[in-house]
């Protein structure tokens, strides 16, 4: 007895420093870029992003000991100013600034810089007018004050073409005249800016400013500079001016948002494999859920007042575009009279879980799930069939003149369509249901010893094998599964999204604002997977156990055309990993 004691204790011993050894030497730290719509939060840039260059001109009054002893008219010079800068952030930047070139006003004491004749005032004083030539450099701390109260409005957006930007700064002051002394001396800057952008790029700008130069009081009169603060003598001599100019940005532009996700862990510790044959089994299971062209999966649309909004019964049991027109005499109308319905009034279907039977039956629902694709015709005995059995003419999702032929959330429904038939469901594999298994373990990469099941398998043990879902679900993976998720310890819940290299953008830099623009969609589609599983009462599992990995380039290469082939349809999708132990 006291050797199988010992034994045991040993053994849990070795158990224990093996397995927090794995778990060090295996622990990975994910580096994500996580897309958000906070409005203050962004990805700073590299060191050569965010450049711009500038110019411009106009006027300045200057503002001495003596200004009062002329008319206003000859205190005002000519202004040029050119210069460099950098944003940091959307709000923060810099600028070096080079300009001049002279000043005019009037002086007490005859110095190189005066110019024509004397004049005397009223009170018997004389004066000379004086021209003082100069140049400055300065470096300048610059605030944007649009985007800091109203924070940053994202790249290529149409917001915020009207912004008002404030820098400060200090600079030295070169005095020259041909023949004359040299001075050099501080220079101090206060500048309020307008700038308007004419293009969502935001490639250049229309600029206005207001700016003040502020001197030491010897400014116009070198002669006593030892004594700055002489009798009448004011502490600043000033340069107050109006210019207008240009300014052009370089790329990169904008900046992306980030954050991390709320409840989300990105530090991946894998389980340790079983050590002793009687230990618990730690086993893995994966499923993939496959979605539309340029559909997310975010949870914001359909939108039905107090219905619930849900992505993943939509890609289980939703029909064709999930909007119906509000007015069905007038539908019926036109289909008689043989009328286009592209203006008619529509309104949103709620999603609603796949698992009943209801009048529809016989619809083709959910995405990849049967063999026959999702849209439905828009023929009218078609429209006819439909409206008899669910009491409503179904519609297509409009943007003017083109229709996307299926649902899709309200951050792409704006985008325009290159080719109608890219946006039609015209073929299925069948890669969400039990069919398209085959498929599934034929073209994508699996980890040894992973149990691969069917999103309709999932579903259906998650919601229930009733109704519409159980024709695609494997009754014995479902079982299977219900004892998974009610007997078993789920340590470990990941999602990992993939989209596709195709995008519609055809405008500029339109290679980054696809990859931007599908990596987005890859994380929705990933956070869709998460928020439905954690939502799912069946799924007892803590919120530190949910992980998204993140990769580093979560986008498919798809070199066909089509968004309807099979390897455009496989690399759109989130691969889910959940690994658990079966006592």
């Known amino acids: 007895m006291k050797r199988l004691l010992l034994s045991a204790v040993l053994l849990m011993s070795y158990i224990g420093i093996s ?55 000859d205190r005002i010079s000519p202004d040029l100013f050119v210069g460099v800068g950098k944003w940091f952030t959307p709000t923060i930047g810099a600028k070096i600034q080079f300009g001049g070139f002279e000043s005019k006003g009037f002086s007490k004491e005859q110095n190189v810089w005066n110019v024509g004749s004397p004049l005397k005032t009223d009170d018997g004083t004389t004066y000379w007018k004086t021209k003082i030539k100069w140049w400055d450099l300065s470096a300048n701390v610059m605030f944007n ?52 952008f004419f293009t969502k790029e935001k490639k250049w700008s229309l600029d206005a400013k207001l700016h003040g130069i502020f001197y030491q009081t010897n400014f116009d009169d070198i002669v006593i500079k030892e004594n700055y603060k002489k009798e009448g003598s004011h502490w600043w001599d000033t340069n107050v001016g109006l210019s207008v100019g240009v300014t052009y940005y370089f790329n990169k532009r904008g900046w992306e948002r980030c954050t991390t996700a709320e409840n989300i862990i990105y530090d991946i510790v894998p389980v340790p494999a079983p050590i002793v044959e009687k230990c618990p089994e730690y086993k893995t299971m994966t499923f993939y859920i496959f979605y539309p062209n340029n559909y997310s999966g975010r949870n914001d649309a359909p939108i039905v007042k107090d219905a619930e909004v849900n992505a993943i019964d939509y890609l289980a049991g939703g029909i064709f575009t999930q909007k119906k027109f509000e007015d069905n005499e007038a539908v ?51 429209m006819k069939a439909f409206e008899e059995k669910a009491g409503y003419y179904y519609a297509p999702v409009y943007d003017g003149q083109k229709a996307w032929y299926y649902r899709i959330d309200n951050e792409t429904k704006g985008q325009r369509l290159l080719n109608a038939e890219n946006y039609k469901e015209n073929e299925s594999y069948g890669l969400n249901g039990r069919n398209g298994l085959q498929l599934i373990k034929q073209n994508m990469k699996l980890e040894e010893g992973t149990q691969l099941f069917s999103f309709a398998d999932v579903y259906a043990a998650l919601e229930g094998n009733t109704g519409y879902i159980s024709q695609y679900a494997d009754a014995e993976a479902v079982k299977e599964l219900q004892k998974i998720f009610s007997e078993g310890n789920i340590l470990h819940i990941q999602a990992e999204g993939l989209a596709t290299s195709q995008d519609n953008y055809i ?46 380039e979560p986008i498919g290469k798809v070199d066909d055309k089509s968004t309807q082939g099979l390897n455009a349809k496989l690399n759109r999708c989130v691969k889910v990993q959940i690994q658990y132990i079966i006592k």
Not at 57 to 73: E, K, N, P, Q, T
Not at 336 to 349: H, S, W
Not at 523 to 537: D, H, Q, T, V, Y
């Open 507 to 552: 405008g500029e830099d339109a290679e980054n604002v696809g990859i931007n623009r599908n990596k987005t969609l890859s994380f929705n589609r990933a956070m869709s997977a998460i928020e439905w599983l954690k939502g799912n009462p069946n799924v007892k599992v803590s919120d530190d156990k949910y992980s998204i990995n993140a990769l580093a």
């Open 145 to 196: 004050l649009s985007r800091m109260f109203k924070g940053y409005e994202g790249l290529n957006s149409d917001k915020l073409k009207n912004q008002f930007i404030l820098s400060a700064g200090i600079g030295t002051l070169h005095h020259f005249d041909t023949g004359g002394p040299q001075l050099n001396e501080w220079s101090g800057h206060l500048e309020l800016q307008y700038s308007r």
């Open 19 to 73: 397995a927090q050894d794995m778990m060090i030497k295996d622990s990975t730290k994910v580096v994500v870029e996580q897309p958000t719509d906070d409005k203050f939060r962004v990805v700073t840039n590299r060191f050569w992003d965010n450049w711009f260059v500038f110019g411009n001109v106009g006027a300045h009054l200057f503002s001495g000991d003596y200004s009062s002893a002329g008319d206003f008219s």
């Open 332 to 382: 019926a109308s036109r289909i008689a009279d043989n009328r286009p319905l592209n203006n008619l009034a529509t309104t949103d279907v709620q999603t609603e879980k796949a698992i009943a039977a209801n009048a529809i039956d016989g619809t083709v629902r959910g995405y990849e799930l049967a063999s026959s694709p999702i849209s439905l015709s828009m023929n009218p005995e078609d």
